[in-house]
């Protein structure tokens, strides 16, 4: 019996150059579920998986990259029920840990990573949300159990600090957001109180924002120093999270202050196995959220597919991208 073969971006090594192979199409495993794959989002990771510099990705070469996906489910792996054959979905579930990427046309993936596509998303706008919208919810959610009427800091309105806003909006708080002046149009529009750090201290914001007395949560998507400052802008109680908390830092100011601090490390159910249904989950919040109208998608409206992915890795390095970068795998 002949086995079936697709078509995939393979890297032999790191810093090569992507290579269009033809390779063996994969069989859903025991709990798996083959997504014939239409879009695949590309995030900054991918750079750094590419040229061997994220150890804590672990993802050996020969690899097919690719962490966010959206497609449709071509067949189902023995025990899985919650899915059906033309169902539409989408999840963050390869291109780290040695499992396989999105950047092939199908991809056996464990179905409790994968949620419902939302109605309202074409597939490539939902191939923008997985990785985000689940770092900014681990985040805000998950470790910080924000509330109504809690005043939230988010430091850095990237990917992950856009989806964190508007997460913090649905649930009622009062949203502010660092950032310098580019940004500050964006984070208005999204309805948030913008902060142009480059313009005001930190003393000055938290008088003019909290009376002096710090935010309730404040979520880091930034690092180094501005997870420094960070601990020195919550209240008294309040909770600090960050999704780049690899660093050494001080936690004197965060203990005067009785404050708490979690870290966010999103790959983590991926790599081990553990809390992988617990991203499915959030991903039905998500489908539920889009639905609802209260979370939108940035995507750069440029359109590049397999054979021109060097080109779409290009420009998110130089920073040119108004919008998440998105790969048309089923052109």
Known sequence: MTKAIMDALVLSG?????????????????????????????????????????????HPFPAILGMDLAGTVEALGPGVTEFSVGDDVYG???????????????????????????????????????????????????RARVQARQTVLIQGAGGVGRMAIQIANAFGAHVFAADGGKKQGAIERLGATAIDYQQTTAQEYIHDHTRGLG??????????????????????????????GWGTHSLAPLSFRAATYSGVFTLLPMLTGE??????????????????????????????????????????MKRTASGKIVIDVDD
């Open 14 to 58: 790191a810093n090569t150059p992507f290579t269009l192979t033809r390779v063996a199409r994969p069989e859903p495993a025991a709990g798996e579920v083959l997504v014939r794959v239409k879009a695949s989002g590309v995030n900054p990771l991918d750079l750094k998986i590419r040229a061997g510099n994220a150890a804590h990705a672990k």
């Open 275 to 316: 809390g992988r249904a617990h991203h499915g989950s959030i991903l039905r919040e998500a489908t539920r959220l889009v639905e609802a109208g209260k979370i939108a998608t940035w995507v750069d409206p440029r359109r590049f597919g397999l054979v021109s992915v060097e080109d779409a890795h290009s420009e998110l």
């Open 92 to 142: 963050l579930t390869g291109g780290v840990g040695g499992l396989q990427g999105s950047l092939a046309q199908f991809a056996a993936v464990d179905a409790r990573l994968l949620a419902p596509k939302p109605a309202n998303l074409s597939m490539r706008e939902a191939a923008s949300l997985p990785l985000t919208f689940i770092t900014a919810w681990e985040g805000l959610v998950d």
């Open 215 to 244: 935010f309730d949560i404040v979520y880091d998507t930034v690092g180094g120093a501005t997870l420094d400052a960070s601990f020195n802008v919550v209240r008294r109680f309040g909770h600090v999270v960050s999704c780049l």
